[in-house]
T-cell receptor, first 116, second 118 residues
Framework: ETGVTQTPRHLVMGMTNKKSLKCEQHLGHNAMYWYKQSAKKPLELMFVYNFKEQTENNSVPSRFSPECPNSSHLFLHLHTLQPEDSALYLC???????????????FGDGTRLSIL | AQKVTQAQTEISVVEKEDVTLDCVYETRDTTYYLFWYKQPPSGELVFLIR??????QNEISGRYSWNFQKSTSSFNFTITASQVVDSAVYFC???????????????FGKGTKLSVIP
């Protein structure tokens, strides 16, 4: 079983739909992340959860809503998305110490999201 | 200015050639961390190496080697005797504190797509 599992692998949705992306990590890590990867752009950090508490929100539109019920699971709830939101959404986890953010992150395979 | 610059967008080499992927970073912090990740076509980013700013020793791991030079703010990655399985997008990343007190944040470069031709 891979360390970080993301479902679904592919998602096609209309702009008025509501869907959720799921991420589960089996590594015992205490921090989880959502990234957006668009063509020809660097990976963009969206959200960071450290010990289940959201510590970063990089000016992400409110149509993206994260949820972290425990340190092993992370969700990204989607509603009324725009075509420019089509991208690969990657989840990652890491084991952070007193100064979080400097440890290697382990990534899932991503969810390829297409907005019609 | 970009914090992490990977000037090479795409590189193609013939199998068994050596190839160097360039990475230049920018930070005002004295303590920071540099990473390389590999993203094969399957999509998952695979962690390759992490260096902290106080350790300038070059590192070799099999066919992979990394050259960290603080004087030029560079952290280059060399693959020796490249193989087809090395074909992927390679990302350099910087983790520093400049986004806010007490919290490192990872910033990725745009990546270099490496194609190894048999």
């Amino acid at each position: 079983e891979t360390g970080v599992t993301q479902t679904p692998r592919h998602l096609v949705m209309g702009m008025t739909n509501k869907k959720s992306l799921k991420c589960e990590q089996h590594l015992g890590h205490n921090a989880m992340y959502w990234y957006k990867q668009s063509a020809k752009k660097p990976l963009e950090l969206m959200f960071v959860y450290n010990f289940k508490e959201q510590t970063e929100n990089n000016s992400v539109p409110s149509r993206f809503s994260p949820e972290c019920p425990n340190s092993s699971h992370l969700f990204l709830h989607l509603h009324t998305l725009q075509p420019e939101d089509s991208a690969l959404y990657l989840c990652a986890s890491s084991q952070e110490g007193p100064n979080p953010g400097n440890q290697p992150q382990h990534f899932g395979d991503g969810t390829r999201l297409s907005i019609l | 200015a970009q914090k992490v610059t990977q000037a090479q967008t795409e590189i193609s080499v013939v199998e068994k050639e050596d190839v160097t992927l360039d990475c230049v970073y920018e930070t005002r912090d004295t303590t920071y961390y540099l990473f390389w990740y590999k993203q094969p076509p399957s999509g998952e980013l695979v962690f390759l190496i992490r260096r902290n700013s106080f350790d300038e020793q070059n590192e070799i791991s099999g066919r992979y080697s990394w050259n960290f030079q603080k004087s030029t703010s560079s952290f280059n990655f060399t693959i020796t005797a490249s193989q087809v399985v090395d074909s992927a997008v390679y990302f350099c990343a910087l983790s520093d504190l400049s986004y806010g007190a007490g919290s490192y944040q990872l910033t990725f470069g745009k990546g270099t797509k490496l194609s190894v031709i048999p």
